[in-house]
Nanobody
Framework: QVQLVESGGGLVQAGGSLRLSCAAS????????MGWHRQAPGKQRELVAV???????NYADSVKGRFTISRDNAKNTVYLQMNRLKPEDTAVYYC????????WGQGTQVTVSS
């Protein structure tokens, strides 16, 4: 089993920055990739960013150039640096880990005020 715990959400004004963290524990060697999804009220959950075990990254078009995903293997932690935040980035952000199964964190709220 893998456990994922997010932190770092909050309220920020448009144009501001936040950094989300996701600490992984358990059978983390099973994870092929980690990333972040988000879900806004009334919308489907969507992929925001992913990083593979070899460090390859991919982003949703809506966050390219503003968000950066990174990982610290020594700390078993994945980060999402979010810059130039927009009100439409408001959502619950979920950490995600993938192996033979998908693992999810509990979610952290990000609210961007206009």
């Amino acid at each position: 089993q893998v456990q994922l715990v997010e932190s770092g959400g909050g309220l920020v004004q448009a144009g501001g920055s936040l950094r989300l963290s996701c600490a992984a524990s358990g059978s983390i060697f099973r994870l092929n990739a980690m990333g972040w999804h988000r879900q806004a009220p009334g919308k489907q959950r969507e992929l925001v960013a992913v990083i593979t075990s070899s460090g390859i990254t991919n982003y949703a078009d809506s966050v390219k150039g503003r968000f950066t995903i990174s990982r610290d293997n020594a700390k078993n932690t994945v980060y999402l640096q979010m810059n130039r935040l927009k009100p439409e980035d408001t959502a619950v952000y979920y950490c995600w880990g993938s192996s033979a199964s998908n693992y999810w964190g509990q979610g952290t709220q990000v609210t961007v005020s206009s």
